[in-house]
C-alpha cells in the first residue's frame, strides 16, 4: 500500500511539472533532474511504461516506446493501474519518454 501511495503521489507531481514546463508546443526538458533526484529515474520511467502499455494502441507513443514499454513488468492490478496512469497528451509523454530513456542510456 506504501508503493502505491508513492507512486500516487509521483504521479500528481510528475503531471504538475509536465503542465508546468509544456507551452503547448516546446517542453522543457530541465525539470526532469528535479523529478529524478526526488523521485528516481526508474519510478518515472515505470509510471511512464504503465500508461504507454495500457494504451498501446495509441500510435502517438512511438513504436520505439511502445516496445520498451512492453519489457516493464507492471505489478499492479488491472483496477490499480488506471489510477496511475498519467493523464498527459500521449505525443508530450512520448516526448518526456524519450528524455528519460536517453538519461536511461538508450539512444
Known sequence: MEKFKDLKEC???F???????????HLKSDFIDGLINRYSLDTLLYLCALTINEHDWDLRYSRRNREWAKTIQIEESKSVRWQLELNT???????????????????
Open 11 to 13: 504521479k500528481q507531481t
Open 15 to 25: 503531471q504538475d511539472a509536465i503542465t508546468a514546463n509544456f507551452d503547448g508546443m
Open 89 to 107: 497528451h500521449p505525443a508530450v509523454l512520448d516526448g518526456v519518454t524519450d528524455i528519460l530513456l536517453k538519461r536511461r542510456g538508450f539512444k
